[in-house]
């Protein structure tokens, strides 16, 4: 078997059957990152560096591990030079994914085989340059051709306008993008800026937010107003789910001290949170949205990282030791058949949790990819293991790409249907499932599921 060809993360005849028949399957991606500014001015790409690392926080993590000054990946220097660094050390990062999606990204998007090196890096290069110059790989071109994507659903604020959307949908003649909507920052009272984007919202409506009621009407209204652009889901980010849940007056009251300026301590954070998440998903459960569920990143834990570049740059861990189990039952329990759910961990020792949580709870309460720290042939390959032995493949929520950057629908999607592959086919081989059911289980997975799922 040679790097990265036919054959590629797959070890038995039937993986390699199954996954013929989920290759070219479009991609329905329910949870991303995407620029959507970007992909609206549809603007040819500049250089790989923009494209392939500008905004690709695991190729910066291993840059700076492999001894990369900051200046080189976040910092001043040309995006030449960048990329010339990220050659240089790409061979220190063999057998990580990022090795694997770089290069998928370049010989499955331009047909450029050469190993990024230091030797080769001139030469791809400017055969980088020479294919970005083509029309179909401008963004919405490169989204609608090569990375055969049906449907995304980016991340974005209560505040914004989704114009971007409208227009990449315009240029392209179908919804091609819907927005998430995502209320963290109204979640999260104890963030610094929390009272600026109080009056951000409330901005964006014409309106003054005094009260927990005046910012709940206008969520509400946000909501209804990207129902109305075609959204299908929210998403929050939790380090915990709250245990606790504050009743409608203490919330009330705990809105108004924070208004005012007051810091609230750590169990009445988590009272606030518990409270605004139980709101938020009945609205969900109303519109019969999804409600996606990030839980235990504990991020930024490396101090001068943060105070130089600040948030979302890396330096984000799990931490196995978290109970999700008070919070997540509390809330399970409440919605009970009445809310499509999907829990994501970034732990492996969370998966047997979650899973098990998703079975327990029904249809309703799906089991999502493996999330960030798990996106790799080893993490997907044990969560695929765990849900066919707890759960039921049939009602698995499907991959989400999680990125910023386009590539990502050809490299993540093809490294996760090849895995796919390759778990399901050894279980035919084994004799443990018909190897035509393991099929349709497959094409369910890619394709399918998700679009019945969230509506896509």
């Known amino acids: 078997m040679a790097f990265l060809d036919d054959s590629y993360l797959i070890t038995n005849e039937a993986g390699r059957r199954i996954f013929k028949k989920v290759a070219g399957l479009p991609v329905y991606d329910a949870h991303n990152h995407a620029n959507m500014a970007e992909i609206a001015a549809n603007e040819p790409y500049r250089d790989l560096w923009q494209l392939l690392a500008a905004t690709d926080h695991y190729v910066w993590e291993i840059m700076r591990k492999c001894g990369v000054s900051e200046e080189f990946i976040t910092g001043p220097r040309t995006p030449r030079e960048k990329f010339g660094e990220m050659a240089r050390i790409m061979p220190l990062a ?14 499955r998007c331009f047909g450029i085989t050469d190993l990024l090196c230091s030797e080769n890096a001139e030469k791809i290069w400017k055969a980088g340059l020479a294919e970005l110059a083509r029309p179909e790989n401008r963004p919405q071109a490169l ?14 604020d209560p505040a914004d306008l989704l114009k971007e959307h409208d227009a990449v949908n315009a240029a392209v003649g179908r919804r091609l993008v819907r927005p998430t909507w995502r209320p963290d920052k109204a ?3 104890q963030a610094a800026g929390w009272n600026a984007y109080m009056d951000k919202l409330g901005a964006r409506f014409g309106r003054t937010i005094r009260t927990y009621d005046d910012m709940k009407a206008l969520l509400k209204e946000s909501h209804d107003y990207f129902a109305a652009h075609g959204c299908v889901a929210s998403d929050h980010g939790v380090t915990m789910p709250p245990a606790e849940i504050a009743n409608p007056a203490k919330t009330a009251q705990l809105f108004r001290r924070a208004r005012d300026g007051e810091t609230l301590n750590c169990q009445e954070v988590a009272a606030y949170q518990g409270s605004f998440l139980l709101d938020v998903a009945a609205m969900d459960a109303d ?3 999804v409600f996606q569920y990030h839980a235990g990143a504990v991020r930024d834990v490396r101090t001068s990282l943060f105070e130089k570049l600040g948030p979302d740059v890396g330096g984000d861990v799990c931490n196995a030791a978290q109970d999700f189990l008070p919070g997540l039952v509390r809330m399970l329990n409440i919605f009970d058949n009445r809310l499509k759910t999907v829990l994501y961990t970034l732990d492996p020792v969370q998966n047997a949790t979650l899973a098990t949580l998703a079975r327990a709870f029904g249809t309703r309460v799906r089991l999502g990819s493996a999330w960030w720290l798990l996106d790799t042939p080893v993490g997907m390959r044990r969560q695929l293991e765990y849900i066919g032995s707890v759960d039921t493949y049939y009602t698995f929520a499907g991959m989400v790409s999680d990125s910023r950057k386009l590539t990502s629908y050809g490299s993540r999607f093809e490294m996760f249907r090849r895995v796919l592959a390759d778990v399901l086919g050894a279980q035919a081989e084994r004799g443990q499932a018909p190897e035509e059911l393991l099929t349709d289980a497959a094409v369910r997975i890619c394709s399918t599921g998700p679009k019945e799922f969230f509506g896509l």
């Open 287 to 289: 519109a019969d949205w």
């Open 187 to 189: 979640m999260n009272i």
């Open 94 to 107: 063999v057998g990580n994914p990022v090795y694997e999606w770089l290069h998928l990204d370049l010989r």
């Open 143 to 156: 989204l609608t051709g090569k990375l055969n994507v049906a449907a995304m659903c980016s991340t974005d």
